[in-house]
């Protein structure tokens, strides 16, 4: 962090940008991909996306921040210069999260490969002076186009060994080891079905349910893991996620409960059918009231870079499903919750975090007053990539780096993936076969209903099959590193800009440029990883 005062440049440890600090701000890297200036209650928030879209970016923080804010409107917009380069920008005024009347403004310009978006806020009588200092940055601001995209290791600040959960090296570095869970029963023989780094004295318990009945394929298996510090003062966990269903017409919602109720009586379960929400609105709605009942509600907080990202993975989505001659329209949106509550006897507060992508598909409707000629959207959801991050009360925060370096190592096993897959296909045709058996007892738009259901998770599969079923590493936050021995590659964190094997297993992550296993350490024999483009 640089000091209040200090007026040297700031070097993007990447490559990607420099500039020069305005005098009396403090500057913060975030994360890799993101630093911010502070002074007293006014933010500047500085950001680099891989892509040439800024209009796909400043749209995608707007939905995002007016979520967070009361009566967020725009003030203004238009084109500017940033840089040297033509930018575009947005204004805006509302209630911040902190319930004080504040402004609101994004600038955003492209130098391929990347689009760099300043993002300032301050209370509306102070804005005035926010500009003076985006000037400033924006005058200094030098973009570099030939930084290397795939590589975006950056030291910053050391991680904080959690209370009774040791720090497993000396220095800035966490020594952690490949954990798997296991699906023990949903095969013939035991498959592995994800697998992330955890520090090598944190416990894992996993848990791998099945559907008591089908029905809905894409609840066909619920997926979760407990990982928690020796002590248990620290601890992450995998929470399942959801499918559910929804339409625009009240009267094809009507048909839907009806189709699952006559599901039940033949043993099957349908999916949930419930409105359409935003990630902050599951957060509250469901996922909260669920995994922690009881616990308090502080804030839900916006991530801005992460839902940029994941609106240009529906864009590019929805621009795919296109190319395959499907009308459906894909929207993303992420949120992360604050909560506090008694655990164990102990105050602890925790983030848990939701990703909500949505599929709208065209279909009839089912008014009477359209008379059968009508059309109305239907709706599938689905939220996953929910994650619970546990400190002791007060401590969260300063924690933040060390859960993001083991939420990005979790990786879904490819066989296992498949097979699920392949499974819940077999469960789609079989319910196809069964609603053409049930046809006397339900209505033929029931059955259209449930057919359009499955074609939408089967079209969203392929599509995700062929766009990749995960986060790419830009998004989830991870680097490819080759060990030099072996020509094995893995992926590890990219909070931390060094890293060894000892081929058993375990690793060490490290921000220090003088730390070293084998000096350090007196066990085994450490190989230093090279960072290699995926």
């Given amino acids: 962090m640089f000091g209040a005062c200090a007026q040297s440049v700031f070097h993007d440890p990447q490559g990607r940008f420099s500039f020069r600090p305005p005098r009396g701000w403090t500057v913060t890297p975030l994360n890799a991909n993101c630093v911010q200036l502070s002074q007293g209650s006014a933010y500047i928030t500085l950001l680099a996306f891989e892509g040439s879209d800024p209009d796909l970016f400043l749209n995608s923080i707007a939905g ?29 005024s509302g209630v911040n999260p902190k319930k004080v009347e504040a402004q609101f403004e994004m600038i955003a310009a492209s130098s391929a490969p990347w689009t760099y978006v300043l993002m300032m806020s301050a209370p509306s009588a102070e804005f005035s002076r926010l500009t003076t200092a985006a000037d400033g940055i924006g005058r200094s601001f030098v973009p570099a186009p030939s930084a290397v995209a795939s590589h975006r290791d950056e030291p910053v600040q050391p991680a904080r060994p959690g209370t009774g959960s040791r720090q497993a090296t000396a220095g800035n570095a966490w020594r952690v080891r490949r954990a798997s869970v296991v699906d023990e029963h949903g095969f013939e023989r035991p498959v592995r079905a994800l697998s992330l780094f955890l520090p090598v004295d944190w416990r894992l318990q996993s848990g791998i349910e099945y559907a008591r009945a089908a029905g809905c394929p894409a609840n066909l298996v619920h997926l979760a893991f407990r990982a928690s510090s020796p002590d248990g003062s620290l601890g992450l966990e995998m929470l399942p996620g959801s499918v559910w269903q929804w339409a625009a017409d009240p009267e094809a919602v009507q048909m839907m409960r009806m189709n699952n109720a006559q599901m039940s009586r033949y043993g099957l379960q349908g999916c949930p059918v419930m409105p359409a929400m935003t990630a902050a609105e599951y957060l509250r709605r469901v996922a909260i009231p669920q995994a922690r009942p009881g616990a308090r509600l502080d804030a839900v907080e916006p991530m801005p870079e992460l839902a940029a990202q994941v609106q240009l993975k529906a864009h590019q989505q929805e621009q795919l499903a296109g190319t395959m001659g499907m009308r459906v329209r894909f929207q993303a949106d992420v949120a992360r919750a604050r909560i506090d509550y008694i655990r164990d006897g102990r105050a602890a507060e925790e983030w848990i975090t939701a990703v909500v992508f949505t599929a709208a598909m065209p279909g009839p409707s089912l008014n009477p007053r359209t008379k ?19 400190a002791p009360a007060g401590e969260l925060q300063g924690h933040e780096r060390f859960f993001l370096m083991l939420i990005s190592s979790v990786q879904l096993d490819a066989e296992w993936q498949a097979r699920i897959t392949q499974a819940a296909a077999q469960m789609n045709a079989e319910n196809g076969a069964a609603a053409a058996q049930r046809s006397a007892i339900i209505a033929d738009a029931g059955r259209q209903i449930g057919e359009m259901t499955a074609r939408g998770y089967a079209q969203r599969s392929r599509m995700e099959d062929s766009s990749a079923k995960q986060f790419d590493q830009y998004i989830r936050g991870v680097q490819t590193y080759r060990n030099p021995a072996t020509g094995e590659t893995v992926e590890l964190s990219n909070e931390y800009g060094r ?36």
């Fill in 64 to 92: 995002q921040t007016a979520r967070q804010w009361r009566v967020f409107t725009k003030v203004r917009s238009g084109t500017t210069e940033f840089a040297g380069r033509q930018a575009i920008y947005a204004t805006y």
């Fill in 372 to 390: 059968g000629m009508g059309q109305t959207m239907y709706y599938s959801c689905e939220a996953s990539y929910l994650f619970a991050a546990r």
């Fill in 499 to 534: 890293a060894w094997a000892n081929g058993r297993n375990e690793y060490i992550l490290s921000d220090s440029a003088t730390f070293n296993p084998n000096v350090a350490l007196h066990s085994g024999s450490w190989t230093e990883l090279e960072p290699v483009k995926p």
